[in-house]
């Protein structure tokens, strides 16, 4: 009877230790994800309408997960979000990425670390103002919108093409024109010309909506100036890819099937960017952006080392990665980036 009385007692702590085990290798259940308002954000938007992550999830085991979407624009605002711990994975421009993985080397709690790249396309820097055809046009009476000042991506490429039309050294000379506006607002502002907005640097499908009005023009193309690289990323908190390895394994492959869904079905895909973003466009015209030879949706990054090297320089980051790949995920590290 002793015996057996053991025997359960030892039955007993294997099975409350193996529970314990699986309990402390808990993979999260609720996933906190953000994408912005334009064709950048594409697929996340189609992973959420999807729910590809949710399937994703499901079939490497980690059961029902529950997905938190959010809706941020500007590095400034998603920055502060991650690091308030209000945000698990999201995506962002690429300076701003950049940004908090410099700010946050050596501080565990704050390292964040590339999933992939999200997109690809032209930034169109777009006017109300007849009098300006080039950026040495512009006057202290005009006033530019970007989602966020300094970090945001529009700011960061607005400077470096300044540099390349003014020289290195007066990459900031634009900068007190600029003002924090989200995409959708500073649409309004530009087209109405009753404001102060004079200028709006932006991505598709607000480019496109604007040069809709005969008084707007086209200025800058940021393909002629840094040619076609990586401008949004998807990133998390390292802290958060190390405790949740399969999530994260599972968020990667949903956006590939994102990005296939995207390439196979660009009109699927400009009715599930007119659902989800509840911008009023029509399906074909969001179908002419996607067919766009600058708009492209791949995960490996191409071309950050070129917002890294101005980005040194300028002195808006103190910690500079050797190569590319040391601020991204080890299973992306192995491609041919830069």
């Known amino acids: 009877m002793k015996r057996r009385a053991f025997s359960k007692l030892v039955v007993a702590g294997t099975l409350a230790l193996s529970t314990f085990m699986n309990v402390a290798h808990a993979e999260a259940s609720t996933v906190r994800i953000s994408h912005g308002y334009g064709i950048l954000y594409l697929p996340l938007m189609v992973m959420r309408d999807q729910q590809l992550l949710e399937k994703q999830a499901k079939k490497m085991g980690l059961g029902d997960i529950k997905i938190n979407w959010l809706t941020l624009d500007g590095g400034n605002v998603i920055n502060d979000a991650m690091l308030a711990g209000n945000l698990d994975i999201a995506g962002t ?39 300006i055809k080039s950026l040495k046009d512009f006057t202290p009476k005009d006033k530019i919108a970007i ?17 390349k039309t003014f020289g290195a050294e007066n990459y900031a000379k634009l ?3 600029t003002v924090s506006l989200g995409h959708p607002e500073a649409v309004g502002s530009l087209m109405s ?8 640097f932006t991505s598709p499908p607000f480019s496109y909506q604007e040069l809709k009005n005969p008084k707007i023009t086209r200025v800058l193309n940021s393909s002629d100036v840094l040619g ?39 009109h699927g895909a400009a009715e599930t960017f007119i659902r989800v973003s509840k911008i009023k466009l029509t399906v074909d015209e969001v179908e002419k952006m996607l067919a766009d030879p600058d708009v492209q949706f ?30 991204f995920v080890p299973s992306v590290r192995g491609r041919q980036g830069s």
Do not use: C
């Open 147 to 163: 989602p966020g000042i300094k970090t945001s991506l529009s700011a960061v490429v607005l400077q470096m093409a300044v540099a």
């Open 228 to 266: 076609n690289i990586t401008l949004d990323v998807v990133f998390a908190l390292k802290q958060f890819t190390e405790n949740n390895p399969k999530l994260v394994q599972a968020f990667m492959a949903a956006q590939e099937e994102a990005n296939t869904y995207i390439e196979k079905d660009r």
């Open 193 to 200: 010309g009753k404001t102060e907005i004079t200028a709006h």
């Open 93 to 131: 421009g690429a300076p701003g990425f950049i940004t908090l993985w410099s700010k946050a080397q050596g501080i565990p709690r704050s390292e964040v670390i590339g999933l992939g790249a999200l997109s690809t396309s032209s930034l169109w820097l777009n006017t109300n103002n007849p009098n």
């Open 298 to 327: 791949h995960t490996t990054p191409n071309g950050l080392m070129q917002y890294v090297m101005f980005m040194d320089k300028a002195g808006t980051i103190k910690t500079r990665p050797a190569k590319w790949s040391d601020m």
């Open 175 to 177: 900068d007190p024109l």
